[in-house]
């Protein structure tokens, strides 16, 4: 069975502050790995990592997927206090269709 | 473009009724849609796999005869939860698969919160 293990569940820090967020996986005929950032209603996406050691990038967001020991990491810096929401990392799986497997989040709050 | 969208936004209903939820891809055709229920707190658990023209597949542990998916066209998937309970209560999201290529990419409709009473 699929499994996505999520670390923390839940952060506070200060404005400014980075923030590393953790995902290990387990999962058969991996395909891809996401991250989607969830606040008030349904997640809206961040990234999608298919291949190992590939940063992704955007604004103050990145993401980097390790295939061999099965984990990822997304990066927030200089973090506002509009980073707050729930952050999901999913996996996909080849033989899936596009079907996902969601880790139970990390909730990120940012203080002013 | 990608839109999904889902209507209701939200519903209370009395314990005993049957409520149906719409999950529509607005701007692309979505072969596969996906229903996931989301407890306060808690991370999506998907209930099944919408195919157009075929039955659903349920993940293990959720009633089919309970929360009844249709997929009529690769535009629109329903869910009707019916005899609804207040244990059923919840956020309720449905995504639509888009495929680009060899790519699949899911697109998150709003989400239907449902209370039942």
């Known amino acids: 069975e699929d499994k996505v293990v999520q670390s923390p569940l839940s952060l506070v820090v200060h404005e400014g502050d980075t923030v590393t967020l953790n995902c290990s996986y387990e999962?058969?005929?991996?395909?891809?790995l996401l991250w989607y950032k969830q606040e008030k209603k349904a997640p809206t996406f961040l990234f999608m990592l298919?291949?190992?050691?590939i940063e992704k990038k955007s604004g103050r967001l990145s993401s980097i997927l390790d295939k061999k020991e099965l984990f990822s990491i997304l990066n927030i810096t200089a973090t506002q206090t509009g980073d707050s929401a729930i952050y999901l990392c999913?996996?996909?799986?080849?033989?899936?269709?596009?079907?996902?497997?969601f880790g139970d989040g990390t909730t990120l709050t940012v203080k002013p | 473009g990608a839109v999904v969208s889902q209507h209701p936004s939200w519903v209370i209903c009395k314990s005993g009724t049957s409520v149906k939820i719409e999950c529509r891809s607005l701007?692309?055709?979505?072969?596969?849609m996906f229903w996931y229920r989301q407890f306060p707190k808690q991370s999506l658990m998907l209930m099944a796999t919408?195919?157009?023209?075929?039955?659903?597949?349920?993940e293990q542990g959720v009633e089919k005869d309970k929360f009844l998916i249709n997929h009529a066209s690769l535009t629109l998937s329903t869910l009707t939860v019916t005899s609804a309970h207040p244990e059923d209560s919840s956020f309720y999201i449905c995504?639509?698969?888009?495929?680009?290529?060899?790519?699949?990419?899911?697109?998150f409709g709003p989400g239907t919160r449902l209370t039942v009473l």
């Open positions: 298919t291949s190992s050691g």
């Open positions: 995504s639509a698969s888009r495929r680009a290529g060899e790519t699949d990419t899911q697109y």
């Open positions: 701007d692309f055709q979505a072969t596969t």
């Open positions: 999913a996996v996909e799986a080849f033989t899936n269709a596009g079907k996902s497997t």
């Open positions: 999962v058969t005929n991996f395909r891809s």
């Open positions: 919408s195919n157009e023209g075929s039955k659903a597949t349920y």
